[in-house]
């Protein structure tokens, strides 16, 4: 089964769940979490290939996140959402091992595009050990 | 020290806000001028003064001391000569008397050979008689017929015959020539009784005695009766037999007074002559009017001008230098004062944006998500009659959050810290290439574009990106502010360490109240939707940021000139910041 399955994570109930909802209409399984902590316990239980996670939510922030999940399996590829138009948090995502970063407000057709390169990169490195 | 900052602080120009007319300032500061170059001229000129001042005093002091001295010293020089003057007629007078002789001189012709004895010692002696103890004239010697006369009644018989000796004053008498007499009185060997040689003297031989002792360190000596009638003639108080109301006194006195028509102060010393009814005057006119005097005070004068006069050059040029250090002080603190509230202002306001451009951010990521489900599934959904109207609604809302996008985008970009990335950088070639995003715009609206570059300009060290942002920003509100057909300048240079690019535009210009506020966010004066106020403020923070300087210069009807000085090698913090 080639479907992808995302994971994701924005304290903005509606914003996540339209997400969620577009992305089902494109052949994506799509699950909704809106705090870190509910991530966390979501990839234990069900473990996605892409995680879509916000920078900034209350209790556990977006980089806090991204090393727990990074700790448990770091197959699993994150993209991380940035809502201050700030390249700077993006990259530091990244340096801690985030696959790559959007803008809010998002550009759909980009984040597809980063979903399949995120989902490819965890197909090739899954096959290579 | 409080007391004496008290003090300063009520000159001091006082540092109001709300006094920034330049005529308030110019007032205030030349009253502090006034101010401190009063106190510095009391301070510096009291000390000298008081000093001159003692030093005048004490001076003439001990010159009235000296010539009190030197006078009193000759008063006392006439006055020994008088004395023995006096004492020598007195002693003449008593050879005639000598006991023994009484009979003798009762002898007319005895007598007139004294006479003439007399006369010839001195000039002055007039007549002699002999008086017995009833007060009658028992021989005359002289021109008048006396003999007989009774001189009981008078007082000076009285005298004589107690003392032994008498003076009298001088006086008239009937001949009407000043004359005095001198009178010894002797007793008989053989009785009780007193006989009495009585002489009269002309006074000439008294003026005629003082003539010769007149000295240079006086100006007028004479005699006085202690009632104050001249005895002899006075240079300053008329001849003698006058009355001379200051010189009535029966002690010795020196004293200084005002000289009715004289010049100045008069020293006059006196001292009495014993035996006699007088008193010895000295007179000194201008004592103090001496060469040493007046010389003193010539030289007093000037020194105490010159002290004056730098005094007050130094006064002055101190208060004025000290005035201009304050007021350029001042003017340099106000400026930075008014520099750093605007780059304050401009911190705080883009801190603020910032949480807006935050906070609308996420909202509008939801209307941006919620449009595209819709437009999503109208593409799932049979045509049906409002199918087109949907799909343009939803392309408006999402046109409408792509403009909000925008302005949070460059809101935060405004606000956040971003990475500078230094690299060589050509600006001729840069603006150059801004140039070229805007060329179809300018040619559209016939705007010229003049460029003067200098064409060795060294490279500098800035970022690439955020100078293309500067330029496009400025030209492109240079096209705005003209509209259609006029020119832009561009002029870049090297001055000193910087390098200044001056945008100069042929349009309206900006008028004052405007261009106070022309780099503050969300200032605008173009049509609501056309423009997000946030262009120049952007451009501002980003100058700023690359450790450069934006200046603008407008009149209304003359255009607007941006310049920009951009260092060739920033400084480390604009790295950080």
Not at chain 2, 289 to 313: D, E, K, N, T
Not at chain 2, 414 to 443: S, W
Request: with cysteine.
């Amino acid at each position: 089964m080639s479907e992808i399955k995302v994971l994701i994570v924005d304290d903005e109930v509606e914003f996540a769940s339209t997400l969620a909802e577009r992305l089902e209409l494109r052949d994506i399984t799509a699950e909704t979490v809106n705090n870190g902590k509910d991530a966390l316990s979501t990839i234990l239980v069900r473990p996605p290939d892409v995680v879509i996670l916000d920078l900034k939510m209350p209790d556990l922030s977006g980089l806090e996140v991204l090393h727990g999940i990074k700790a448990h399996d770091p197959s699993i590829e994150v993209i991380m959402l940035t809502g201050h138009g700030s390249t700077s948090s993006g990259i530091e995502g990244m340096e801690r091992g985030a696959f790559d970063y959007i803008m809010k407000p998002i550009d759909l057709d980009l984040l597809l595009e980063k979903i399949n390169q995120a989902y490819e990169q965890r197909i090739t490195a899954g096959k290579q050990p | 020290m409080n007391v004496f900052n008290r003090w300063l602080a009520r000159f001091l120009p006082e540092d109001e806000y709300g006094v920034d007319d330049a005529s308030g300032m110019n007032k205030r500061y030349k009253k502090f001028r006034l101010s401190l170059l009063t106190t510095m001229l009391t301070i510096s000129m009291l000390p000298a003064t008081i000093t001159a001042a003692i030093g005048y005093f004490q001076y003439r002091d001990l010159l009235q001391t000296t010539e009190k001295e030197q006078l009193l010293w000759n008063l006392e020089g006439a006055q020994k000569t008088m004395q023995a003057l006096i004492n020598e007629l007195h002693s003449s007078i008593e050879f005639v008397v000598r006991e023994d002789r009484c009979d003798e001189i009762l002898d007319q012709d005895t007598l007139d050979t004294m006479l003439i004895r007399l006369k010839l010692k001195y000039n002055g002696f007039v007549d002699l008689g002999v008086i017995d103890s009833r007060g009658i004239q028992l021989t005359y010697s002289g021109p008048y017929k006396l003999r007989g006369y009774n001189y009981r009644v008078q007082e000076w018989f009285d005298q004589v015959q107690s003392h032994g000796f008498y003076v009298s004053n001088v006086f008239l008498g009937y001949r009407n020539i000043p004359h005095f007499v001198l009178a010894v009185s002797k007793k008989r060997p053989d009785s009780e009784d007193y006989w009495v040689l009585r002489a009269t003297i002309n006074a000439d031989t008294l003026q005629n005695f003082i003539s010769t002792i007149n000295t240079k360190a006086s100006d007028d000596i004479f005699i006085v009766s202690r009632t104050g009638k001249l005895q002899t003639s006075s240079h300053f108080f008329g001849n003698a037999m006058e009355y001379c109301p200051i010189c009535e006194t029966s002690s010795p006195i020196h004293e200084i007074f005002k000289l009715e028509g004289g010049m100045g102060d008069v020293l006059q010393v006196s001292a009495p002559l014993e035996n006699t009814p007088w008193m010895l005057v000295l007179v000194k006119e201008k004592y103090i009017h001496q060469a040493a005097w007046s010389s003193f005070r010539q030289r007093l004068l000037l020194i105490f001008l010159g002290c004056s006069a730098a005094c007050l050059v130094i006064s002055y040029s101190l208060s004025t230098m000290l005035t201009n250090r304050i007021r350029e002080t001042d003017e340099k603190r106000q400026s930075l004062l008014t520099e750093a509230e605007h780059s304050n202002k401009l911190a705080s306001i883009g801190r603020l944006a910032a949480g807006v451009a935050h906070e609308i951010n996420n909202p509008l990521a939801i209307i941006d998500q919620k449009s595209g489900l819709m437009q999503d599934l109208l593409g799932l959904t049979e045509d049906f009659k409002y199918k087109d109207k949907f799909y343009t609604s939803i392309a408006g809302i999402q046109n409408g959050v792509g403009r909000c996008k925008a302005i949070t985008h460059r809101l935060l970009g405004f606000a956040r810290r971003m990475d500078v990335i230094l690299e060589e950088i050509k600006l001729n070639e840069l603006i150059q290439e801004v140039l070229n995003f805007l060329e179809k715009e300018a040619m559209y609206n016939r705007i010229h574009v003049e460029l003067h570059f200098q064409e060795d300009l060294p490279t500098i060290y800035c970022d690439r990106g955020q100078l293309q942002q500067i330029f496009l920003n400025i030209i492109n509100n240079a096209i705005d502010a003209i509209g259609k057909d006029g020119l832009i300048e561009i002029t870049t240079k090297l001055q000193e360490s910087d390098v200044t690019v001056r945008i100069k535009d042929s349009g309206p210009g900006i008028p004052p109240n405007i261009l106070k506020h022309i780099f503050d966010p969300f200032f605008t004066t173009k049509a609501p939707g056309k423009g997000t106020g946030l262009g120049l403020s952007i451009t501002y923070g980003l100058v700023k940021k690359l450790g450069g300087d934006i200046t603008v210069n407008s009149e209304v009807g003359k255009g607007a000139t941006f310049e920009i000085r951009l260092p060739v090698k920033p400084d480390k913090s604009a790295k950080e910041s």
